[in-house]
């Protein structure tokens, strides 16, 4: 497996160019593929594939019925993905039509800018296909609207100023996607209610099951696994809908647990501290401290 992914790695996007049988890119840390006629045969790149660097991509005909929480949704608007770097992708059942625009960028690219290390901050790197960015008619205007003024630049206008400007564009469309995230989240209220349901129904039968001490403590990646999204998507999510992300859900059902067993256990506080999933007592101590501003200690001696 090993080796057929090391053959399946696109070290450079000039590689990736020629998997095309397109011409080599005007620079060589930066490219945007104009697929808009839909003549390009993206379905030539190995699926699944890895890249060494940044890919957005946005299907004009993004279509299909796509399943979010228990409810399908059809989509129409066109639809957008994003990758980071040394990600897999591809493994999916191919998009029926390839039509789209996708910028590529190395990491290089970024260096001694500020989106170099801000780029890091945007989840949506990390989500999977379905949880994609789908745009109405307005949203889809500019994107594509941006995109082919990177597409400008690049093919007209390499000059000193050029880099600058192509950043501010690719971080001018990262901060699109954020906002139409933020109303896809909005518009999905009942996929959104549907997954935190879910998500304190999981957190409650964990803290509740005896188990917990020999599980150690929940974990965000371990919530996601259950409900079949990613860690990523999942914090986005609720923070978008309860103003709180995965980890702050999972310490406020550890503290209302903690609470429970302070104020009607005889329990020491490190065996409460080894039930709930802690290795060292230290560290439920100082969890508790900071979520409630007082001790364990001095918790429990309130109701004495």
Do not use: C, W
């Not at 109303?183 to 209610?193: G, L």
């Not at 503290?255 to 709930?276: N, P």
Request: proline residues 5%; neutral net charge.
């Amino acid at each position: 497996m090993k080796d057929e992914m090391s053959s399946h790695r696109f070290n450079s996007l000039s590689r990736l160019h020629k998997a095309l049988d397109m011409p080599a890119p005007m620079h060589p840390l930066v490219s945007l593929i104009n697929n808009a006629a839909g003549t390009i045969p993206l379905e030539r790149l190995p699926s699944p594939h890895i890249l060494n660097f940044y890919k957005i991509s946005y299907k004009t005909n993004f279509r299909g019925k796509f399943k979010y929480g228990q409810h399908y949704y059809d989509f129409d608007e066109g639809g957008m993905f994003f990758v980071s770097p040394n990600q897999i992708t591809g493994g999916h059942a191919p998009l029926s039509d390839q039509s789209g625009y996708t910028l590529l960028f190395h990491p290089d690219f970024l260096l001694g800018y500020e989106l170099a290390r801000k780029i890091k901050a945007y989840g949506f790197f990390s989500y999977s296909i379905h949880e994609a960015l789908h745009l109405s008619e307005k949203e889809k205007t500019t994107i594509i609207s941006v995109f082919e003024s990177i597409e400008e630049e690049l093919k007209d206008r390499i000059d000193n100023f050029s880099q600058d400007v192509v950043i501010s564009q690719i971080e001018l469309l990262l901060n699109y996607a954020n906002r139409f995230y933020s109303r896809q989240f909005i518009t999905r209220k009942a996929v959104s209610s549907d997954l935190l349901q879910k998500v304190e129904e999981i957190l409650q039968a964990y803290f509740q099951s005896p188990p917990t001490k020999k599980q150690g403590l929940p974990t965000v990646q371990f919530l996601s696994e259950q409900l079949n999204v990613s860690a990523s998507y999942l914090s986005d999510m609720l923070r978008s809908t309860t103003g709180q992300n995965a980890q702050q859900h999972i310490h406020n059902h550890l503290i209302e647990k903690a609470k429970e067993q302070l104020s009607t256990s005889d329990a020491s506080i490190s065996e409460i501290a080894y039930e709930l999933g802690f290795e060292h007592p230290q560290s439920f101590s100082k969890l508790f401290k900071l979520k409630t501003s007082v001790s364990p200690l001095d918790f429990r001696r309130s109701f004495n």
